[in-house]
């Protein structure tokens, strides 16, 4: 499964990654739309993003799903934390 930005909806890929474009590889600089932010603002989107999921997981009582996706949210969320004390520096 993959989350399309566009529509905003997760999409099943029978077990396979959506290909990029030809001529694309990943990090090129042509795959980030313009005003889509860098970096940081992907790993804050993801912190909050991963902590409304783990949210949704324990309300579930899908206590393993919910661990994994704090554990995830922590890794982003130090992410955040390390580049901010860097960019005060």
């Known amino acids: 499964m993959y989350f ?3 529509t905003c909806f997760l999409t099943k890929t029978a ?3 959506p290909r990029a474009p030809h001529g694309k590889g990943p990090g090129s600089p042509s795959d980030e739309p313009p005003g889509e932010g860098g970096p940081d603002e992907a790993t ?3 912190a909050e ?5 783990a949210r949704i997981a324990r309300r579930h009582r ?8 704090e554990l995830a949210q922590m ?7 390390l580049r901010g ?5």
């Open 4 to 6: 399309d930005r566009k």
């Open 15 to 17: 077990g396979r990654r």
């Open 44 to 46: 804050a989107y993801i």
């Open 49 to 53: 993003s991963v902590a409304e999921l």
């Open 62 to 69: 899908l206590d393993l799903l919910g661990y994994l996706l």
């Open 75 to 81: 890794e982003a969320e130090e992410r955040v934390r």
């Open 85 to 89: 004390k860097r960019n005060l520096s």
